[in-house]
Structure formats: C-alpha cells, structure tokens
C-alpha cells in the first residue's frame, strides 16, 4: 500500500511547546504506513536537529508573493495527502494552498497561544471563522481550549477533536545517578532544594512572577536555589531583576538546553507561572520525572495536574499563592515524594507519547478512509 504523505505546517522550528509536539509526532509516526514532512514559514530553529534525518524539512519564505501560491505548489509537488496546519500564523495560508492543491485532508490544530493572542480581533476571528469552515477537522489540545474555540469561534463542538500532548516516559525519567552527576555540573550541592521551571523566557510564561516570590522563600529555606531553563526576549531582563531581588547567586538560567530531562533530575520541585496554557509539555516532562507539580489553576493545567494529588494548583497573578503552596511542598518531604510518584503513574498511564500518536494516526486514517483514499 502506498505510504500515506502527511505534511505538518508551522511558523518555524525554534524551542516552544507546538514545534516539541510536532517534531515528537513525525519521528515516531510509523514508518511503514505513514511519509511525514514539516514545512517551515520561517527558516533555522534549534529543533530541526531532533528531526529523524529521513523526514523532508521544508523551508518557505512567508514575505514576498503570495504565500498561498507557494504552498499550494509544495503540496502539489510532493503529493500530500494530508495537511495539517497549527495556530493561526499557518491557518489562512495554509488551508487555502491545501483547497486549491486538493489535498484530500486538511487538518487545522489550536495550541496554548489562542486565548492569549487572539483577544477581541475581530477579523482575525471572522477569517478563522471562515477557513475553518474548509478543514476536514479542527483539533486542539485540552478541553479548556475546546471550550474557548467553541465560544470564541463559535465552531460546534462535535467539529473539534482534543488529542491531549504526550511525553517520551523513557527519555523522561529521573535517577540518582543523574540527580548527584547533573547537580554537580551545575555547582549545586546534594543537600540543596532546588525549584525550577523550563520554558521559553518571554511574558505568557510569567517568569517576573516566580522571581518575585523568591526572596521569600530562600530567606525561609535558606540552602534553595533556582532553575529558570530556557531563552527568549526577557532572559536579559529577568537576570537583571535576579540582581535587583538580590538573589542572582541562586538563581540558574542556563539557557536552551538538550538535556532536560537531565535538569529536570536535578530538581526537587517543578513551578508553571504561566498566565494562559494549552498542555504544558514541560509539566508532563517534569512529571514523568517523578516531579510534583505547582502550576497556576489556568488552561490545560487542571487537566493533567490534579490538585492535592500530583501537585497543587494556586490562582494566577498570586504571588502569595505560589509563596504559599511552594512552602507547602518544601516543608514535607514525604509530600513531595508522594505526588511525584503519583505524577509518574499519571503520565505512564495517561501522557505517552505513543499513546499520542496512535491517536494521531487513528485520526489521519479515519479521514482518508472517509474520502475513499485507503
């Protein structure tokens, strides 16, 4: 049987929770039933080394022509069967191309930014309104995103499929023998707490917020340090404010990083500021490392952290409410490691990132069988 083409369609391959998710999905795609590609509206991006070196990467120059135009001959070329565009930087122009192309399968995904960045634009709404009416599915990642689309977008919810994000439980998984070798390389003792975040360092993610409830918490527990891993527009501005606080000594930001899950073993407790969220890959990668969860009550995040039981949820924008539930979990050992291994069991019964792609698969497969294609 022929191999079934799938083209995923994104801005780019720089480090962000959409662009982990579809690197992850194309290399662990069955080879033997599915050819998947990814075309890039904006060339570069560190996670193009991840990328199974047989999987087709290409890149698109989104300014100049008519972008639509362009794509429509890429989808043309390589005989895709299925288009699958994510977010709005790639829904207009990549839906359309995939129509004039008449590409069996189109495919539109909503991530963690869409509350965040559509606001009240109206016309960007009407024209998602409008293309998405030309989508054969449209796909999000949590049932709080399914509700906003459904209220913002007015799409009927039996149009929307949630396939919830997934974690690779093998690569993701803690040890002393990482803990003690990790904390060593970066000068951190093995009698110290160490809280930490990773994600990229720009204003959803909240980072201030972290910062801030700092100086507290390490006059309280005096041997804390801090993680912050990850780049962005504000890692400049966030180390001067370590400064500022008085606290750059203990706080680590050590940049774009590939070996996480190596830092993450590191840690002793995981913290997500974020001011919106779809599902926080770096929360699933944390609890697969035996993590507990502090997470802010927003988007996604009920959904994989349960409260009082992986982790614990607080209001977002509350410093006092991280201050506090921070102070819970550094106080009770026995506490931190009992969510943390309830965390792992979620993610090895519920988070997989096999279980993610089977359901990815399943669905391409649905709708090729509906178009009479397999």
């Known amino acids: 049987m022929q191999k079934i083409n799938v083209m995923h369609v994104v801005y780019s391959l720089h480090p962000g929770g959409l662009e982990n998710g579809v690197v992850n999905q194309v290399n662990r795609l069955d080879s033997d039933r599915f050819n998947p590609s990814i ?18 990467i290409v890149e698109v120059n989104h300014k100049g022509g008519c972008l639509f135009l362009k794509l429509k001959n890429i989808f ?31 495919i539109h995904q909503e991530h963690g930014t869409f509350v ?49 994000n997934g974690v690779d439980i093998e690569k993701f998984s803690s040890s002393m023998e990482k803990r003690q070798k990790k904390r060593k390389e970066l000068g951190i003792g093995i009698d110290e707490l160490v ?40 890692k400049t501005e966030l180390m001067d404010m370590a400064k500022r606080l008085g606290i750059s000594d203990k706080v680590l930001f050590p940049g774009i990083r ?12 995981f913290v997500i500021t974020s001011l919106t969220e ?19 009550d927003v988007g996604g ?22 201050v506090r539930a921070v102070e819970r979990m550094l106080e009770d050992e026995e506490r931190r490691k009992g969510y943390g291994e309830k965390a792992r069991e979620m993610v090895e019964k519920r988070f997989s990132l096999q279980r993610m792609v089977n359901e990815y698969e399943g669905l391409y497969e649905y709708h090729l069988q509906r178009k009479g294609i397999i």
């Open 258 to 269: 590939n070996d996480v899950s190596d830092i993450l073993s590191t840690m002793d407790l």
């Open 301 to 322: 995040n009920p959904e994989i952290v349960h409260n009082e039981e992986t982790g614990l949820l607080f209001p977002t924008k509350n410093v006092a409410g991280l």
């Open 116 to 164: 965040a960045t559509i606001g009240a634009k109206k016309r960007r709404i009407l024209a998602e309104q409008l293309v998405l009416k030309c989508v054969d599915q449209v796909m999000t990642l949590s049932n709080d995103l399914k509700e906003k689309m459904v209220e913002i977008l007015t799409i009927p919810a039996e149009r929307i499929k949630v396939i919830i």
């Open 195 to 234: 809280i930490g975040t990773v994600g990229r360092l720009e204003p959803v993610k909240n980072h201030k917020m972290f910062l801030q409830a700092m100086p507290e918490l390490m006059k309280r527990f005096p041997t804390m340090k801090a993680i912050l891993v990850g780049d962005g527009i504000l």
């Open 39 to 56: 075309c890039c509206l904006q060339p570069g991006g560190i996670l193009k080394e991840r990328v199974n070196k047989d999987i087709e």
């Open 278 to 296: 779809g599902i926080c890959n770096a929360i699933l990668e944390a609890m697969a490392c035996g993590l507990p969860i502090i997470a802010t």
């Open 76 to 106: 043309k070329q390589l005989r895709i069967h299925i288009v699958h565009t994510h977010n709005w930087g790639t829904c207009c122009d990549g839906i359309i191309g995939a129509r004039l192309a008449k590409v069996p399968v189109v």
